[in-house]
C-alpha cells in the first residue's frame, strides 16, 4: 500500500494535470456577465456528521472545509426524501414527491427492471433554465428513469454522463451478500456507464468512477463558459458498494468509507480550483448537499447521521437532514445559517437568480433562498413535510417537529408503524429527538395539525411511476 505521502503527491500530480487539460493559461483571467453560472454537487447516503466541518473527527475535507468558510453553512437543510429516486426528483423539480408521481409505498425507488421514471409534465432546473440561453448537464447518478423517455436527455439537459442507477444494482446474485458488499469488486455489479443515451462501459469501472464525473464536469464548463452553465454532479458515492481510485486507497483515518469520501472532498476542489484559475468563482453558485442520510445497515461501509436520531430510510433526522453548503465568492458573505432549507428549495432560488419566472400552473413546494444566501435574511421557510413513500410521517414548524409514525431507526427493514399518539420535538433544543413535549406542548401539536391540513387541501397525490415493470422474456 501506498505511504499517505505518496498518495498525497499522487493526487496532487493528478490535480495538476486535469486543471492544465481543462484551463488553458490563455483561458486565465476570463470573465462573462450576465446570469450566473449553477453547479449542484450531491452525494449518495452521505450523513450529516461525514464531513470535518460537520464535525467528523477522522475523516478529512479541507476543500469542502475551505468551501465553508468561505460561503454558507446551513445547519437544518433537509432532503424531501429518505431514499435515492424521491429525493432527487424532489431536487430537480421542487416540488414534493407525492406531487410527481415519483413515490410509492410498493417500490421506494426505481429498479433496472422498471418501466417508469420521471414524467415528462415535470419541470426540471434544466428544463427551466434553457430557454435562459444555459447549457445543461447531468453527470452521475441519475435514477429518475433508465429508458430513453426519462433520462436526462429528455429532460432538459444537453448532455449526459453517468450510470442510471444505484451502483449496488444490476448484481451478481450468486454471490453471498457479505462477500458482494464487504469485498467488492467491478465485475459483482453489471451497470451501465452511458453517455447520453448510449451504453459505453458495462459494467461500469466504479474505481474511477468519481475521478471521471469530476473530469466530465471540468471539460463541461470549460467547453461552455462562453454561456451560462448548470451542472448536477450527482456521485454514485458514498452509496455501498464502496469504491475508490488506486490513488486514495488506504489515504483515510476512517477506512475505506473515509476513502470514498476523501476523494469526492477531492473532487469538490478539482472544481473549485478550476472555476477560481478561470476566472469563473465570482459568476458560478456551487452547492453540495446529499440525497438522504447513511445507509447504516451497511456497518463500517455506511457513514454518521453525527448527533441525530436514524438513518437513511427513516424521517428522522438522521435520515432526512444534511450537511449544505452554498459558495460564491463575491456574492454570498460567509456565516453560519440556522434557519430551514430544503433541496426543494433549489428551483425556485436558481430560478430567481437567473430572473427566470417559473410556471404558474403548479405547485411548487420550494422557497426562494437568495434573500438569504446574499442579503443575509432569514430563511422564508419556516415547515417542512417529511413523507416516507405517500404516507406523511411528521412535519416541522418553527423549532418543533411531530412524528405521527414510527419505525426501525436504522431504516431496514422499515416496520412502518402508526402512533396511537402524535410526538413532538423541539429539535433545535434537541435535535437528537429524544424528548416528547407532545403531554407539555398540546398547543404545538394542535397547530402542526392545522399547518398539515393546510397543506393537504391542495395536495392532489399524482399517479406513482415506481411500481410498473418491464416485461421479462
Not at 21 to 34: I, K, L, M, Y
Not at 270 to 287: C, H, M
Not at 434 to 439: E, F, G, H, N, V
Request: charged share 20%; hydrophobic share 35%.
Amino acid at each position: 500500500m501506498r505511504t499517505f505521502l505518496s498518495n498525497v503527491l499522487s493526487g496532487a500530480l493528478f490535480s495538476i494535470f486535469v486543471i492544465a487539460c481543462s484551463n488553458p493559461s490563455s483561458d486565465a483571467g476570463f470573465h462573462r456577465e450576465g446570469p450566473p453560472n449553477v453547479v449542484i454537487i450531491f452525494a449518495d447516503d452521505l450523513g450529516y456528521g461525514d464531513l470535518s466541518s460537520y464535525g467528523h473527527p477522522s475523516i478529512k475535507t479541507p476543500h469542502l472545509d475551505r468551501m465553508v468558510a468561505e460561503g454558507q453553512k446551513w445547519t437544518n437543510f433537509y432532503s424531501a426524501a429518505n431514499v435515492c429516486t424521491p429525493s432527487r426528483a424532489a431536487l430537480l423539480t421542487g416540488r414534493y414527491p407525492i406531487r410527481n408521481g415519483m413515490c410509492s409505498d410498493v417500490r421506494r425507488v426505481l429498479f433496472p427492471n422498471s418501466a417508469g421514471g420521471l414524467p415528462q409534465t415535470e419541470n426540471t432546473i434544466a428544463r427551466i433554465l434553457k430557454p435562459a440561453g444555459y447549457a445543461t448537464a447531468a453527470i452521475g447518478k441519475w435514477h429518475l428513469g433508465h429508458l430513453e423517455p426519462f433520462l436526462p436527455t429528455s429532460h432538459g439537459f444537453d448532455y449526459y454522463f453517468g450510470i442510471p442507477y444505484s451502483n449496488d444494482m444490476d448484481a451478481v446474485n450468486d454471490l453471498d451478500r457479505r462477500e458482494r458488499f464487504w469485498n467488492a469488486k467491478i465485475e459483482y455489479f453489471h451497470v451501465p456507464l452511458m453517455r447520453n443515451t448510449e451504453i459505453i462501459e458495462r459494467p461500469a469501472d466504479q474505481t474511477t468512477i468519481t475521478k471521471r464525473y469530476t473530469e466530465e464536469a471540468i471539460a463541461f464548463m470549460n467547453s461552455h463558459k462562453e454561456q451560462p452553465f448548470f451542472i448536477y454532479l450527482a456521485h454514485n458515492l458514498p452509496h455501498v458498494p464502496l469504491f475508490v481510485s488506486e490513488d486514495f486507497v488506504g489515504i483515510s483515518d476512517r477506512g475505506l468509507y473515509g476513502d470514498v469520501v476523501e476523494e469526492i472532498d477531492w473532487g469538490v476542489g478539482q472544481i473549485l480550483d478550476y472555476l477560481r484559475s478561470s476566472g469563473l468563482a465570482e459568476n458560478t453558485l456551487v452547492v453540495f448537499t446529499s440525497d438522504n442520510g447513511p445507509w447504516v445497515a451497511y456497518d463500517d461501509h455506511g457513514g454518521s447521521a453525527g448527533l441525530f436520531y436514524g438513518a437513511k430510510g427513516t424521517s428522522y433526522e438522521g435520515g432526512v437532514r444534511e450537511p449544505a453548503i452554498f459558495w460564491w465568492p463575491g456574492t454570498i458573505h460567509p456565516r453560519m445559517v440556522t434557519g430551514m432549507g430544503s433541496t426543494l428549495d433549489l428551483l425556485p432560488t436558481i430560478a430567481s437568480l437567473a430572473n427566470i419566472a417559473l410556471p404558474d400552473d403548479r405547485v411548487y413546494d420550494g422557497y426562494d433562498l437568495s434573500g438569504s444566501l446574499i442579503e443575509g435574511l432569514p430563511s422564508p421557510r419556516e415547515e417542512m413535510y417529511f413523507y416516507h413513500g405517500t404516507r406523511l410521517f411528521g412535519a416541522r414548524k418553527g423549532s418543533y417537529k411531530a412524528h405521527f409514525f414510527q419505525n426501525n431507526p436504522r431504516g431496514y427493514p422499515e416496520r412502518m408503524e402508526v402512533l396511537d399518539q402524535a410526538k413532538l420535538y423541539q429539535v433545535q433544543h434537541d435535535p437528537g429527538e429524544q424528548y416528547d413535549l407532545a403531554a407539555e406542548h398540546p398547543e404545538v401539536l394542535e397547530e402542526i395539525a392545522e399547518m398539515v391540513e393546510k397543506h393537504r387541501s391542495n395536495l392532489v397525490p399524482a399517479p406513482t411511476n415506481l411500481e410498473s415493470r418491464l416485461e421479462t422474456p
